[in-house]
């Protein structure tokens, strides 16, 4: 009777460890192929042929963006300060050439204040474009922009992906502040969470708009929304015992 319960004992013992084997090899197996697809996918990036660029101007602009691979986290190289070292500045010339259609209302934000920008980094692509990292910004904050060119110079696309903006002199009908946090992933997908909202007249409760989307760039240069999720209009309050980690200190009330 011992001798069978020994053996139980052992047998038991020896499915055990099989199990944990099995499990231990799934969670390699699994990790390898990640690894293998997201390797694949960036062998078909690539940068910018710059002997296709035959506008001279746009030759010179592109040349201020240092090359930079993805995955690519703004929050996270913000906190190392590196960018001070590499921006270069980008002219009001090359801003209305190239951002706005030559429009020099767009020179000034929506308080009044007169933009600056830096050139920053360069991405890969996996198409025939050009993958642009500049921050716009006033005194009164601004976003870090990701941008799509073609190479003749064309804005295809361009999407705020980090910082934050305070409006002065605000209405009560207007936005009086904006954040935006966005990752660059390594297959070319974009999460970026928004945060939109209305003064809240120093009283910590204010009405606004959180929102989530996820983008993935095509070979054609297109950006697609994949996924989304918005509040729409809700009521939030300043939370000052949330993490300093939160993308905002603000919690929905209702």
Known sequence: MKINIIRIVLNLKYIIMKAKVLIFLLIFIGIS??????????????????????DDKFKTFISKFVQRLIPFDPEAYEKTRER????????????????????SSMLIDSSGIKKG???????????EYILLYYLEATEAGGPFVLAAFNYSGELIWKLNIYGDFTKFMVKDDEIAYE?????????????????????????????????????RIGSDNCLELIGKKETGKRKFIYDKNMADSAFIKWRIME
């Open 117 to 127: 920008f830096a050139s920053i980094f360069q991405f890969p692509t996996n198409g």
């Open 33 to 54: 192929c990640k690894s293998q697809t997201n390797s694949l996918f960036s062998d078909k990036l690539h940068f910018i042929d710059t002997s296709k660029i035959k």
């Open 179 to 215: 954040k935006w946090y966005g990752v660059i992933n390594e297959d070319l997908t974009i999460n970026i969470k928004s945060f939109y909202a209305f003064d809240d007249k120093n009283t910590g409760i204010c009405y606004g708009y959180y929102n989530e989307y996820a983008y």
């Open 84 to 103: 001070f070292k590499i921006q270069k500045k980008i002219t009001d010339e090359e801003a209305l050439r190239f951002f706005y259609n030559f429009d």
